[in-house]
């Protein structure tokens, strides 16, 4: 069984800085990919970043590239997300969720609008971003 658990939120200033840490267990590494995603209040959930566990590659969504980095320790079964810069339209619960890397499915998670409703999910962390 996959399971994950999401840490770091907190209350930040704008232009300020978080790590959010994304513990998993219960899976190989490699074959998956971890993503984080954000739900804002009143919004849907959104796709903010991935790491393909077989490679390394990442991919950013248009509103974070720049200021956010993911990386990951596989030593440690642990993804972060580096937030830098953040904004007050960053303020959102964190998630990170775990999918089997198969073909099109960065495509697919990341999409904007998409509701993902598949794949192993952590509880939320929350990020606040005041001006």
């Known amino acids: 069984e996959v399971q994950l658990v999401a840490s770091g939120g907190g209350l930040v200033q704008a232009g300020g800085s978080l790590r959010l840490s994304c513990a998993a267990s219960g899976f190989i590494s490699d074959d998956y990919v971890i993503g984080w995603f954000r739900q804002a209040p009143g919004k849907g959930r959104e796709g903010v970043s991935c790491i393909i566990g077989s490679d390394g590659s990442t991919v950013y969504a248009d509103s974070v590239k720049g200021r956010f980095t993911i990386s990951s320790d596989n030593a440690k079964n642990t993804v972060y997300l580096q937030m830098n810069s953040l904004k007050p339209e960053d303020t959102a619960v964190y998630f990170c969720?775990?999918?089997?890397?198969?073909?099109?499915?960065?495509?697919?998670?990341?999409?904007?609008?998409?509701?993902?409703?598949?794949?192993?999910w952590g509880q939320g962390t929350q990020v606040t971003v005041s001006s």
């Open positions: 969720a775990a999918f089997i890397d198969a073909p099109g499915i960065i495509a697919t998670i990341m999409k904007p609008g998409r509701q993902v409703d598949f794949g192993s």
